[in-house]
């Protein structure tokens, strides 16, 4: 039996009930090839035979163009936390367009933001905004080299994602063939396009390994300015750290000199004070992206002002950092109205309705007989099929990814979106209603491809 073969069969059925559900889309597609390579501008929401075409979200459900109603547990890959148009942010950015847009000036709600993330967050005594994490990570690397006095290597997981600039395309998801050994994990660019030279800057290490990273951090202590990590692995799969993995990262940059940078656009999200509030670790520089912006382009960094002041033009030897929409008072007063809608007990809530949905996954894998799991934390998940507990990227690499794809179609047949790659976060306008709608559209795509996993993966056949 030939999987590949048993996996396209399937794959091609699940896609053409897909066509037939969604023929106006279909159309947007096609026109929309004509002008834009591949028919969009983000390869993330790319998925075979063609992404749905939204027309309108409101609360924690969009309606496409064909008519359909899906709930969100997708939310612009978790920046919406509020789900769509919440009424404070909509009112908040409505009344800001009509005083103006932009201006080269600053303006007020730039410092009003910066001053609520500063004060929810130990470890930032300054920020600068950007428009978007991208942009975050790539300044907050280049004031780490700064910083370092000019040293340039960079320690990132393996898997992590951190953008879309060079240095942060090293490595992000790599074939299992091309990782080499886990005692020495190769940089493997993106891409092509990405310079041999960036790889040989960067250093990949294995999330959730202190063995191979502490032999991999020391071997090159001199040449490293910052080690980079999401406090939850977030795009490979949700993955948190283990065994005080992030406690033992600060203890060795801190004994190194080394700067710490925790990249929490996604996992600012996991409570009052970001996952470093919730693990109770202080980083050098942190990045933050998504919510802060209220569903609009934002990104940020920051951290003590002894590293952040490299960045003023009052310094005698400053470094420029510049972008025409940095700190908007559009995405400013978003992420104001967004953040002021989070008080403690609001991600006291959405945690607790992730936890009832981790916890759901888990027992709808049990009940079905196949061998699966959820990841995560709080607000924040993703189901794996596999028969290991997950702890780094390979152990992702090794689940069975086709079954994943096809359980992503299953859910939006039944009106569920999530990302192809199963990751879920749950928003602000959610109820333990949409979780339950999560749970048995869950349980009926496992059932549905029970049979495909009995052909092609019995080894994940309890
Ligand atoms: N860092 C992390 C952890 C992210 O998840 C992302 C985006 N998903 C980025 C950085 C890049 O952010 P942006 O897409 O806004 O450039």
Not at 7 to 19: L, M, P, Q, S, V
Not at 138 to 152: D, E, L, N, Y
Not at 265 to 291: H, M, N, S, W
Request: hydrophobic share 35%; net charge negative; glycine share 10%.
């Amino acid at each position: 039996m030939n999987k590949q073969i048993v996996f396209d069969e399937w794959i091609g059925r699940a896609r053409k009930k897909f066509e037939e559900r969604n023929p106006k889309s279909a159309m947007m597609y096609e026109k929309a090839q004509k002008y834009l390579p591949g028919g969009d501008t983000r390869t993330a929401t790319f998925f075979k035979p063609y992404p749905v075409f939204t027309k309108e979200g409101k609360g924690c459900r969009f309606y496409d163009v064909d008519g359909h109603v899906y709930i969100d547990f997708l939310n612009n890959y978790t920046s919406l936390i509020h789900g769509h148009a919440h009424p404070a942010i909509v009112k908040a950015v409505t009344e800001q367009v009509k005083r103006g847009t932009v201006f080269a000036t600053p303006v007020e709600s730039q410092i009003l933001l910066a001053e609520i993330i500063c004060g929810r967050v130990k470890s930032v005594e300054q920020v600068r905004f950007q428009n978007s994490g991208t942009e975050a990570t790539m300044h907050a690397i280049r004031a780490a080299r700064i910083f370092s006095g000019g040293k340039s290597k960079v320690v990132k997981m393996e898997g992590g994602y951190h953008g879309t600039h060079d240095v942060a395309e090293v490595s992000v998801c790599p074939t299992l063939e091309e990782v080499g050994p886990v005692s020495r994990p190769r940089s493997v660019p993106n891409s092509s396009g990405i310079p041999k030279s960036v790889c040989e800057e960067v250093i990949v290490v294995p999330f959730n390994n202190k063995e191979v990273t502490e032999k991999l951090i020391r071997e090159y202590q001199e040449e490293i300015a910052c080690v980079i990590v999401e406090p939850m692995l977030g795009s490979a799969g949700m993955i948190p750290q283990e065994d005080g993995y992030l406690e033992f990262l600060r203890d060795l940059t801190r004994k190194l000199d080394i700067l710490l940078i925790f990249d929490e656009v996604i996992c600012f999200r996991l409570g009052y004070g970001g996952a470093q509030g919730l693990y109770g670790i202080e980083p050098d520089l942190t990045v933050f992206g998504k919510i802060i912006g209220g569903g609009f382009p934002v990104g940020a960094f920051g951290g003590r002002k002894e590293i952040m002041k490299v960045f003023s033009p009052q310094e005698k030897s400053f470094v420029p950092q510049s972008g025409t929409f940095n700190g908007n008072p559009v995405t400013m007063e978003a992420g104001i109205a967004s953040l002021e809608a989070l008080a403690p007990d609001v991600f006291e809530r959405i945690n607790s309705l992730g936890d009832s949905l981790i916890r759901g996954v888990d027992l709808a894998f049990e009940r079905s007989g196949i061998k699966g799991m959820s990841t995560g934390l709080g607000s924040l998940s993703n189901p794996h099929f596999s028969s290991e507990r997950i702890r780094d990227y390979r152990g992702v690499g090794r689940g069975n990814l086709e079954a994943m794809h096809l359980v992503h179609l299953g859910l939006l047949e039944r009106g569920i979106n999530i990302a192809q790659r199963g990751e879920t976060s749950v928003s602000t306008a959610m109820t333990e209603k949409e979780i339950s709608s999560y749970l048995t559209a869950f349980e009926e795509c496992l059932a549905e491809v029970k049979p495909f996993i009995e052909q092609t993966a019995p080894e994940l056949i309890q």
